[in-house]
């Protein structure tokens, strides 16, 4: 079963319009943290977010917050006024408290196209 | 430096040679980890180390597949008798702790392509 998923395969979006990007999760862990990663054409994967499964405010960084509805086992990536920059891969990724080497799980990806 | 580095950017490989593929981490990041990504797709786990220790090694393709990390800091990522399926970018990570809640930070990758 898939344990990471993001039902957007790709996505255009108007420069300055707030995007959301989806991203629903499973587990059974208590403790557990959430990731958005950025992946230009360039190819390097930018780390975005952190969200751990305790925290009780959403995290924000810059331009960049997380929704996170834990009952829902929901964690979606909001950008606000968007870029042309902002045009590229969009994965989200947990890491289990469990997971002995607390590998990130990925989801497929959403590619997001900024539109001048 | 600041961030994770890899080296080589680029290699190219024919058939059957031997490649190694080289990570520096962040310095002082305890937890360091190789991922496999083809085109298009997310990142494959392949292995991963706790300082010096390769506590996980069960995403490496085959045996022609090696990693190691000596010292805790700099690791290597060799591939011997290189094949065509082997054509991927190979990105190493790494992060301060070893906890689920510690960000994985990621270099540029090395884009490996076998002819």
């Known amino acids: 079963a898939q344990k990471i998923t993001q039902t957007q395969p790709g996505m255009f979006v108007q420069e300055k319009e707030a995007v959301t990007l989806d991203c629903t999760y499973d587990?059974?862990?208590?403790?557990?943290?959430l990731f958005w990663y950025k992946q230009p054409s360039s190819g390097e994967m930018i780390f975005l977010i952190y969200?751990?499964?305790?925290d009780e405010q959403n995290a924000t960084e810059g331009r960049y917050s997380l929704n996170f509805q834990k009952a829902r086992k929901s964690a979606n990536l909001v950008i606000s006024a968007s870029q042309l920059g902002d045009s590229a891969m969009y994965f989200c990724?947990?890491?289990?408290?469990?997971?002995?080497?607390?590998?990130?799980?990925w989801g497929a990806g959403t590619k997001l196209i900024i539109k001048p | 430096g600041a961030g994770v580095s890899q080296s080589p950017r680029y290699k190219v490989a024919k058939r059957g040679q031997d490649v190694a593929l080289r990570c520096d981490p962040i310095?002082?990041?305890?937890?360091l980890f190789w991922y496999q990504q083809a085109l298009g797709q997310g990142p494959e786990f392949l292995t991963y180390?706790?300082?010096?220790?390769?506590?996980?090694k069960s995403g490496l393709p085959s045996d022609r597949f090696f990693a190691e990390r000596p010292e805790g800091s700099v690791s290597t990522l060799k591939i011997q008798r290189t094949q065509q399926e082997d054509s991927a970018v190979y990105l190493c990570?790494?992060?301060?702790?070893?906890?689920?809640?510690?960000?994985?930070?990621f270099g540029n990758g090395t884009r490996l392509t076998v002819t």
């Open positions: 990570a790494s992060s301060l702790g070893a906890g689920y809640n510690s960000p994985l930070h």
């Open positions: 310095s002082g990041h305890v937890s």
């Open positions: 180390f706790q300082n010096e220790a390769q506590l996980d």
């Open positions: 587990t059974s862990d208590q403790s557990y943290g």
């Open positions: 969200q751990g499964s305790y």
């Open positions: 990724a947990m890491r289990e408290g469990r997971n002995s080497n607390y590998q990130l799980i």
